[in-house]
């Protein structure tokens, strides 16, 4: 990432000449004061100029948005990226035909996408950002699925009195079996293994 030092008179010309060195707009301006301007005083005491180092701000949802499109491009997948800004995190959802290979079995590869599209946006960022990355909207489906399935092997449970183990998965999809069952006064979950072949146990409640 480019960094310059420049110099005014005051911080304001010295912000000035930076916009000029970087041909940006002020408010794609980040900067930190290294020298405070002193005025001179009859002669006595020569001044020094304002000094600041300043670089382009950086935007971690262009920067994401810009790395993806490069991955999709690479891929030759014409698809195009909506994008929505909530509070806590921003969705990316990939938008086009035939995008099953971006989402891989059970989601694996959009996953592993999703994970470089975050260090994209963090890459230069002081506040980490979080982005969801989406595909024919596969979250959605994908969460209905696990529901179901939740709901399903609890009934297997209460039937059998039995633990019933689900195939390892990822804490995402881990997270919403759990919150699934939550609810349920007779039914604990629990996550037991290690990564990356953490699962999901379902019993009857000792309580």
């Given amino acids: 990432m480019k960094t310059v030092t420049v110099s005014g008179k005051t911080i304001e010309e010295a912000k000035a000449n930076a916009l000029l060195e970087l041909s940006i707009e002020e408010d794609q301006l ?13 002669g006595l005491f020569k001044g ?19 790395f993806l499109t490069q991955v999709l491009k690479e891929m030759g997948t014409k698809a195009e990226i909506e994008i929505t800004e909530k509070k806590k995190e921003v969705l990316f959802d990939i938008q086009g035909e035939d995008l ?12 592993s996408l999703e994970y470089l599209v975050n260090l994209a ?13 989406d595909a024919e909207n596969y979250r959605e489906r994908r969460r209905e699925a696990l529901q179901q399935l939740a709901a399903r092997l609890a009934d297997k449970a209460r039937k059998t009195k039995r633990k019933v183990v689900l195939e390892p998965m990822s804490s995402r999809e881990r997270k919403i079996i759990h919150a699934a069952l939550q609810n349920e006064k007779d039914i604990e979950t629990a996550s037991e293994g290690k990564e990356p072949h953490r699962y999901v146990a379902i019993f009857l409640s000792k309580k």
């Fill in 30 to 42: 980040e900067y930190e004061l290294v020298q405070v301007p002193v005025k001179g005083f009859l």
């Fill in 48 to 66: 020094k100029p304002a000094i600041i180092e300043a670089k382009v701000k950086q935007d971690p949802t262009k920067e994401a948005a810009a």
């Fill in 100 to 111: 099953g290979v971006l989402i891989g079995k059970r989601g694996k590869t959009l996953d």
């Fill in 121 to 133: 946006a963090n890459r230069y960022s002081d506040k980490y950002s979080h982005i969801t990355l």
